[in-house]
């Protein structure tokens, strides 16, 4: 970083064509490498950013892009981690859109709500519908909470539908009254599997699902693989157009109590990014839980 901006190094892959450089030249690739590979209509864009550093992936059809930017750590309170994040953004997606101005933006940063809504603001003024950003969300969240359900009842968590909701964060929701398995609700499917599921046991599903990163820092210091694998999906999804239901964060219209504000609910997610939000029948509980978790998210984003 010079001057208090990014440096940024590009290069790009065209596939039967060659490697790009920054400069724009191409490099012969020998005919018959490599194989066909089914691209998107849009690039994707990835941002990961901590107070440390920001990194940037790019997809771009027909080939991809890597875009680097470093930030020396440095220690904070959370809204000045949030502060130098925002300042990362303002540099980065005007950066990006000017280059890729057709992509859709994947967000990672934590606070991942926040900082999903943030670039949308900023894209918005190359006008980039909020549809194409989109934040991983309680993606990782919804496929503990599925998995945790599987082990409870013997069943393959693929084979679970359940979903977390609202922020990704303390105030989050786990949608305990739409959880089905083979089409079954849990207290029906209980009696059919003649597992019981007790409070307490539902309780300790919650704990786990909210406490996982907790636990999994506390032992080895840093959380990889599982969102490695929640955000691989979700790349999956965008690249080859998968019109998948995901439990990712856009921000959100048409739901009462969260309208204009960026968390999770059900999205069917395409190629060009949040095609559309899936509202949820919730019980009253879990209603209440859903407004104010977005009166959390309203309140910070306001500040």
Same mark, same amino acid.
């Given at each position: 970083?010079?001057?208090g901006?990014?440096?940024?190094?590009?290069?790009?892959?065209?596939?039967? %064509?060659?490697?790009?450089?920054?400069?724009? @030249?191409?490099?012969?690739?020998? %005919?018959?490498?490599?194989?066909?590979?089914?691209?998107?209509?849009?690039?994707?864009?990835?941002?990961r950013?901590?107070?440390?550093?920001?990194? +940037?992936? +790019?997809?771009?059809?027909?080939?991809?892009?890597?875009?680097?930017?470093?930030? @020396?750590?440095? %220690?904070?309170?959370?809204?000045?981690?949030?502060?130098?994040?925002?300042?990362?953004?303002?540099?980065?997606?005007?950066?990006?859109?000017?280059?890729?101005?057709?992509?859709?933006? !994947?967000?990672?940063?934590?606070?991942?709500?926040?900082?999903?809504?943030?670039?949308?603001?900023?894209?918005?003024?190359?006008?980039?519908?909020?549809?194409?950003?989109?934040?991983?969300?309680?993606?990782?969240?919804?496929?503990?909470?599925?998995?945790?359900?599987?082990?409870?009842?013997?069943?393959?968590?693929?084979?679970?539908?359940?979903?977390? +909701?609202?922020?990704?964060?303390?105030?989050?929701?786990?949608?305990?009254?739409?959880?089905?398995?083979?089409? !079954?609700? !849990?207290?029906?499917?209980?009696?059919?599997?003649?597992?019981?599921?007790s409070?307490?046991? %539902?309780?300790?599903i919650?704990?786990?699902?909210? @406490?996982?990163?907790?636990?999994?820092?506390?032992?080895?210091?840093?959380?990889?693989?599982?969102?490695?694998?929640?955000?691989?999906?979700?790349?999956?999804?965008?690249?080859?157009?998968?019109?998948?239901?995901?439990?990712?964060?856009?921000?959100?219209?048409?739901?009462?109590?969260?309208?204009?504000?960026?968390?999770?609910?059900?999205h069917?997610?395409?190629?060009?990014?949040?095609?559309?939000? +899936?509202?949820?029948?919730?019980?009253?509980?879990?209603?209440?839980?859903?407004?104010?978790?977005?009166?959390?998210l309203?309140?910070?984003?306001?500040?």
């Open positions: 970083m010079r001057d901006r990014f440096n940024f190094g590009v290069r790009a892959r065209h596939e039967g %064509r060659g490697t790009e450089d920054c400069a724009g @030249r191409l490099e012969p690739r020998p %005919r018959g490498s490599g194989s066909q590979r089914h691209f998107p209509r849009r690039p994707v864009l990835l941002i950013s901590r107070s440390a550093a920001a990194i +940037i992936r +790019i997809w771009r059809a027909p080939g991809w892009w890597s875009l680097p930017a470093a930030w @020396r750590k440095s %220690r904070g309170t959370r809204l000045q981690l949030l502060q130098r994040n925002a300042d990362i953004f303002r540099q980065i997606v005007p950066s990006v859109l000017q280059h890729a101005p057709e992509a859709v933006l !994947l967000v990672l940063t934590n606070p991942v709500d926040i900082m999903t809504h943030l670039a949308a603001h900023f894209a918005a003024r190359f006008g980039v519908a909020s549809t194409r950003v989109l934040g991983s969300g309680t993606t990782l969240d919804s496929a503990r909470f599925r998995a945790l359900l599987g082990r409870h009842f013997g069943v393959d968590a693929q084979h679970v539908h359940a979903y977390v +909701i609202g922020e990704h964060g303390d105030s989050e929701i786990l949608a305990w009254s739409q959880a089905t398995i083979a089409g !079954l609700g !849990l207290d029906e499917f209980v009696k059919v599997r003649g597992t019981p599921l409070e307490a046991e %539902r309780q300790r919650d704990d786990n699902v909210r @406490r996982a990163a907790d636990h999994i820092i506390a032992g080895k210091g840093a959380t990889y693989y599982g969102i490695g694998s929640a955000v691989a999906r979700i790349v999956e999804v965008l690249l080859h157009d998968q019109r998948a239901i995901l439990t990712i964060c856009s921000r959100i219209a048409g739901v009462p109590d969260c309208e204009n504000v960026t968390l999770s609910l059900p069917l997610v395409g190629g060009e990014g949040a095609l559309a939000t +899936i509202p949820m029948p919730l019980d009253a509980a879990e209603r209440e839980g859903l407004r104010r978790s977005a009166g959390i309203r309140e910070r984003w306001n500040r």
